[in-house]
């Protein structure tokens, strides 16, 4: 069976953070903390935002897109710890550690290679992340990759996500192919399996910080062995 379509996550394909990058991003946001008159330090920051993610896994479900989204992190990280219950103060913060977040994150050369490559080849290419819509077009139109996608999807467009297979079973839907013909590409293993449960092709990707071994049909360092698989 031919593979016509091909489900990006964005972070771990497309772009791979680092530690290195995460410290950048992490000061980067510290000055603009300071800039609110909101004082703080890197290595004090970096403790907060690690124990808010983990409040915020503790106090969702599994498949809840809250866990993953900027909004929601900076939301906990300023009420928590610095007593800053202003809206607009919260989603300055939380824009900013977006826009932080794209610009130490530009996309990978093989998988924009790739990208152009198969979407000249008129294969279906969706991007999705768990994580809000406003990261995602602001992401691909940043770095010039919006029109490579017939299809975007994330977190702000449904009630879960993986593990959950439903995102999975929605996308399905809109390419209007079978599950067997599409290939999932992600470095997250609840990714993986959600794709899998939805009887999507799984392909593991070993990038990025957050990669963790996944159960796939296919485990691989780069993005080579996808240009072969799906050009076949």
Not at 103 to 111: G, I
Not at 166 to 184: H, K
Request: charged letters at 25%; aromatic letters at 10%.
């Amino acid at each position: 069976m031919p593979i016509n379509a091909v489900v990006f996550d964005l972070e771990g394909p497309i772009s791979s953070l680092t530690e290195e990058s995460l410290h950048q991003v992490i000061r980067s946001q510290v000055e603009y903390l300071k800039n609110l008159e909101i004082e703080t330090a890197f290595s004090r920051l970096y403790r907060e935002m690690l124990d808010s993610m983990k409040l915020l896994e503790e106090k969702n479900p599994a498949d809840s897109p809250k866990i993953h989204m900027f909004a929601e992190l900076w939301k906990v990280v300023l009420k928590r710890f610095y007593a800053v219950n202003d809206e607009a103060a919260i989603m300055g913060a939380a824009r900013n550690y977006m826009e932080e977040m794209i610009k130490a994150t530009p996309p990978n050369e093989d998988a924009k290679r790739i990208i152009e490559k198969l979407s000249g080849d008129g294969r279906k290419l969706v991007a999705f992340t768990p994580r809000e819509e406003e990261y995602l077009d602001r992401y691909l139109e940043v770095y010039g990759l919006e029109s490579f996608f017939g299809l975007k999807f994330s977190g702000s467009r449904t009630e879960h996500v993986y593990p959950n297979s439903d995102p999975f079973l929605l996308i399905q839907q809109a390419l209007g192919l079978p599950s067997v013909e599409t290939i999932v590409v992600s470095n997250s293993a609840r990714c993986l399996q959600a794709a899998n449960n939805a009887g999507m092709i799984s392909y593991w990707l070993m990038r990025g910080l957050k990669a963790e071994r996944a159960a796939a049909e296919y485990s691989e360092n780069d993005l080579l062995l996808l240009e072969k698989i799906v050009s076949v």
